[in-house]
């Protein structure tokens, strides 16, 4: 069975600087998608970036970029130039085409420090 | 922009009570899908919907029963409410390119 682990719970960075948050999923599966979601607190999770597995090109939307490692089974997130509006709980997700299903981690919350 | 409802954000309900949590989507999405998300243990699925009146368990179904008779609307049933089924309630629907998106939630809590 696919699982998606999230090792840090809770996570600090300084505002301005840069922080990544890491994912790692086991499957067997050869294509996939993988997402990172934000949760900010109160309000509607949103989709912050993903990534499809038979692509080689690490996604980047504007200050989010990962870091896939296909082999390694690992999909991290790096928040550069880090604002106060970044802080939220961030869910990693696997999908598979055809299950209709998502699996999602534990979360790892981030605050940001001004 | 998609928006997708949920009928209540926040909710308190006696054990034993049937419980009816709505979720209206308004982009003409196939696919919904009811989550809870307790703190630790990430967002789980309860059940999804791939079709007007098609309906598929998730991981944790049971206590639960769902209903879809039109396409913006996916509810959620608990048939008789227990103290274990306090938790943060998430619908979302789906568009072809496999994002998600998802309602404010609904807290809810059984005394």
């Known amino acids: 069975a696919q699982t998606v682990t999230q090792s840090q719970p809770e996570m600090s960075v300084q505002e301005a600087e840069t922080v990544t948050l890491s994912c790692t999923y086991d499957?067997?599966?050869?294509?996939?998608?993988l997402f990172w979601y934000k949760q900010p607190p109160s309000r509607q999770m949103i989709l912050v970036i993903r990534?499809?597995?038979?692509?080689?090109q690490n996604a980047t939307e504007n200050r989010f970029s990962v870091n896939f490692q296909k082999a390694a089974k690992s999909f991290s997130l790096k928040i550069s130039d880090s604002q106060l509006g970044d802080a939220a709980m961030y869910f990693c997700?696997?999908?598979?085409?055809?299950?209709?299903?998502?699996?999602f981690g534990t979360g790892t919350r981030l605050k940001v420090l001004a | 922009d998609v928006k997708v409802t949920q009928s209540s954000r926040y909710l308190v309900k006696r054990t034993g009570e049937k419980v009816f949590l709505e979720c209206v989507q308004d982009?003409?999405?196939?696919?919904m899908f009811w989550y809870r998300q307790d703190p630790g243990l990430g967002l789980r699925l309860i059940y999804f919907?791939?079709?007007?009146?098609?309906?598929e368990k998730g991981d944790i179904p049971e206590g639960y029963s769902v209903s879809r008779e039109k396409k913006e609307r996916f509810s959620l049933i608990l048939e008789s409410a227990s103290t274990n089924q306090t938790s943060m309630y998430l619908c979302?629907?789906?568009?072809?390119?496999?994002?998600?998106?998802f309602g404010p939630g609904t807290r809810l809590t059984v005394l």
């Open positions: 997700a696997y999908y598979t085409s055809g299950t209709y299903k998502y699996i």
């Open positions: 499957t067997s599966e050869s294509d996939y998608y």
């Open positions: 990534q499809e597995a038979y692509k080689q």
């Open positions: 982009m003409d999405h196939e696919n």
């Open positions: 919907s791939y079709d007007v009146k098609m309906k």
């Open positions: 979302a629907s789906e568009r072809s390119l496999n994002e998600q998106f």
